[in-house]
């Protein structure tokens, strides 16, 4: 059964195409990026490890799935003999509002949907959207499945969701929390239960995904009860370029200070501050802001620290949040590679049952593993995240449902 995955972002196009007959195989993927823009760029590569890179001429997103296919059935490149072989796409789509709780077929009403959320996600929806139709255009009746990363999210009680703002914003406006990044904490919660050889339902577990964007989310059963993400991917951990928690007033007193319109300041708190802005080295990329405070930079210093501290503060309000947990998982660019980052954050919390192994710690590895004492109360998990895999498994499922 083979399921291409796709996530189309305003100016890019992500491919995976899986065989699913068995255990998950990844037979190619790569990249489209700068569509529409001088100097497209196309990667593209198989599992035989052929690589093919270059320039290629791309306007719009239904010529980069066109070229993606064209890719796929390539006599010399190519991992498929016919397009027909391609049962079902899974599309990243990143907000679902409220009524969509799980990954779904697309039809002419989740479009609607998907569409009615522009004005809460207008830089990942529109282009999440032009994806699925364009792959309409390329795969004429193959059933697409959009797998939402709000879904996940969407077992929070209304004590989490809520903010205290006129109930009437909720209700009219749908203003609450949503959560995202739900696919892998899906992905990341099942995983820990399953090295705490456990069921899901049996579990608590809080997930730490620290990538470029971050949030951290308390599951519960399989079940996700608060998240650190909210209306937008803009609220709770500080990240790469987003300020992540601050006071509201902050907003208003920057936008006089900088003579800022509304989206000087929305580009302002999501593209210039986090890491990049505090860190003071021009990069919003942990592993720079650890090489500058190896040698010696007291911002950088105090970015890694002030960044370490608000996981920690999530950590800790999660652990309120469920009643204790089993384990605490750390996955994404940040929590899969950096081991003083992860260090830093649980830096005395031996206290709470939180005890790292800092020679496990240090290991490297692809593989999900336990980073903490053998006595530690609550396990330690570091666990490679994989959305496109948990996407195409996801696909799969809700097609073979349809049937
Ligand atoms: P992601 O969004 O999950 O792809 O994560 C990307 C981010 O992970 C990068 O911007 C880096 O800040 C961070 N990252 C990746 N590798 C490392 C590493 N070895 N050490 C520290 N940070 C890393």
């Not at 697309?106 to 569409?115: G, Y």
């Not at 390329?138 to 929070?156: I, K, L, R």
């Not at 080295?281 to 010696?296: C, K, M, P």
């Not at 003083?340 to 710690?361: C, E, H, Q, T, Y």
Request: aromatic content about 6%; overall charge neutral; hydrophobic content about 40%.
């Amino acid at each position: 059964m083979i399921v291409l995955v796709i996530n189309a972002g305003s100016s890019s196009v992500k491919f995976t195409c899986f065989d699913l007959k068995g255990a998950p195989q990844v037979l190619a993927g790569g990249l489209i990026e700068r569509i529409g823009i001088e100097g497209t760029a196309m990667k593209y590569t198989n599992a035989k490890g052929d690589v093919v890179k270059g320039e290629v001429p791309v306007k719009d997103a239904q010529e980069a799935v066109r070229l993606i296919a064209q890719r796929l059935v390539d006599p010399q490149v190519g991992v498929l003999k016919a397009l027909g072989e391609v049962k079902a796409i899974g599309h990243r789509v990143v907000h679902g509002g409220e009524s969509i709780t799980d990954p779904v077929l697309i039809d002419a009403k989740v479009k609607a949907t998907i569409r009615d959320c522009f004005s809460i996600a207008p830089l990942h929806n529109p282009p999440n959207l032009t994806g699925i139709e364009a792959c309409e255009a390329v795969f004429p009746g193959v059933p697409n499945v959009g797998v939402f990363d709000t879904a996940f999210h969407s077992t929070m009680p209304p004590s989490s969701y809520l903010y205290a703002l006129p109930y009437d914003l909720y209700t009219e406006h749908k203003i609450r929390r949503y959560g995202f990044h739900g696919t892998s904490h899906a992905f990341v919660s099942r995983k820990a239960a399953e090295i705490l050889g456990r069921k899901p339902a049996d579990c608590k577990v809080i997930v730490c995904h620290l990538g470029n964007g971050g949030s951290v989310s308390a599951v519960s059963g399989g079940k996700c009860l608060d998240t650190s993400m909210g209306l937008t991917p803009l609220e709770g951990l500080i990240m790469g370029t987003r300020c992540g928690d601050i006071d509201p007033a902050i907003v208003w007193n920057v936008m006089k200070i900088k003579k800022l319109d509304l989206d000087g300041i929305d580009a302002f708190l999501n593209k210039k501050s986090g890491l990049l802005g505090m860190g003071g080295v021009n990069s919003s990329d942990l592993r720079d802001i650890e090489a500058g405070a190896q040698s010696g930079n007291q911002q950088c210093v105090q970015a890694m620290e002030a960044y370490a501290y608000r996981v920690k503060k999530y950590i800790g309000a999660y652990l309120a949040t469920l009643g204790g947990a089993d384990a605490v998982a750390f996955t994404a660019g940040v929590g899969e590679n950096s081991a003083s980052m992860r260090a830093l954050i649980l830096k005395g919390l031996d206290g709470i049952g939180l005890k790292l192994d800092l020679a496990k710690n240090q290991e490297r590895s692809d593989q999900a593993r336990f980073v903490s004492t053998a006595d530690s109360p609550i396990k330690i998990a570091v666990i490679p995240t994989d959305e496109e895999r948990e996407i195409a498994t996801q696909t799969l499922a809700v097609v073979n449902r349809g049937r």
